[in-house]
């Protein structure tokens, strides 16, 4: 999980390792179904290693945080029916990692498989399943 890649301040809470897209000038929120994710959220939890904390958000609305982009590996958590190294992925309506089916545009390429609620490797891309 190599790189500088820039920080963009959220417009809602947003959790770890989900697809997001541009809600305004230089902010981010969670990419539902349909919607065309400029990355992926990072890994870290805001509130952790605080014992008992919350361990699923990755930002507060209002702070920001670092999003991969193009070019980038990451892991996005899997939505319903797991992926496969080489799936096409795209957001689901929770922004969730789920196989993109022909006709349909992708924002990342999957390198590492997982089982829906795990976390699957991805390369972060755009295009469209031919």
């Known amino acids: ?16 390792s989900v697809f997001v897209k541009i809600s305004g000038d230089n902010t981010v929120e969670t990419a539902g179904a349909g919607d065309e994710a400029i990355g992926v959220m990072h890994e870290s939890a805001w509130d952790t290693p605080i014992p008992n904390a919350n361990d699923t958000i990755a930002v507060y609305s209002g702070q920001s945080k670092r999003v991969y982009q193009a070019t980038e590996s990451c892991e996005v958590i899997v939505g319903t029916g797991g992926l496969t190294a080489g799936d096409f992925v795209k957001p689901d309506a929770a922004g969730l990692g789920v196989a993109a089916g022909t006709g349909e545009n992708y924002s990342a390429v999957c390198t590492t498989g997982a089982a829906a609620g795990a976390r699957a490797k991805v390369l972060v891309t755009a295009g469209q399943v031919n």
């Open 1 to 16: 999980m190599a790189g500088d890649g820039q920080q963009f301040q959220a417009s809602a809470n947003i959790n770890v």
